[in-house]
């Protein structure tokens, strides 16, 4: 049993980091000099901030997928959600820093918001750890919503 809860809290790990690693390799590859050129809100942290913030969100991403999975009977519905939530956590990436679709990428904010929800809303009634690991991706997904709209009201 120990050895199958280890291999899924691998396998969704690899998972939730591929999807990092694709928006990274993207925002990298794409960002300058197009992200330096646009006026920005007091709002927008200092770059660095990023990638810290990130690594922390898609750890508590991993581990309340896996607590969920183990919680609930192995439901591959919920499984499902969370990786059509991540297919769009990577497109904003893609779609705002390859494309510079700073609308289309908002659009694409607001169904990944949507989505995080419906996550929450399902982890809450499998898995309380679950639900509060959640809660600071939501946060920082809404913070990331205003930052998108400013760009999009400034630009």
């Known amino acids: 049993m120990l050895k199958n809860k280890f ?6 790990a690899i998972a939730t980091y591929s999807a990092s690693f694709i928006a990274g390799i993207s925002t990298i590859s794409s960002k300058e000099p197009w992200y330096s050129s646009l006026n920005k809100s007091f709002l927008n942290p200092p770059d660095w901030v990023f ?10 991403m991993t581990i309340a997928i896996w607590s969920a999975w183990h919680k609930n009977r192995k439901d591959l519905n919920l499984v499902l959600i969370y990786f059509i939530h991540l297919l ?3 497109t904003w990436s893609i779609v705002f820093f390859v494309f510079h679709s700073i609308l289309i990428a908002l659009i694409n904010l607001i169904v990944l918001i949507l989505l ?3 996550l929450i809303i399902k982890f809450k009634k499998i898995s309380m750890l679950s639900y509060y690991l ?10 990331a919503l205003l930052l998108n709209a400013t760009l999009l009201i400034l630009n």
Do not use: G, K, Q, R
Not at 7 to 12: A, E, G, V, Y
Not at 51 to 60: D, G, I, T
Not at 134 to 143: D, E, G, K, R, T
């Open 7 to 12: 291999l899924s809290f691998i396998l969704f």
């Open 116 to 118: 995080i929800v419906i």
């Open 51 to 60: 990638a810290p913030v990130w690594m922390a969100l898609y750890l508590f």
């Open 88 to 90: 769009f956590n990577t």
């Open 134 to 143: 959640m809660i600071p991706y939501f946060l920082w997904s809404c913070y």
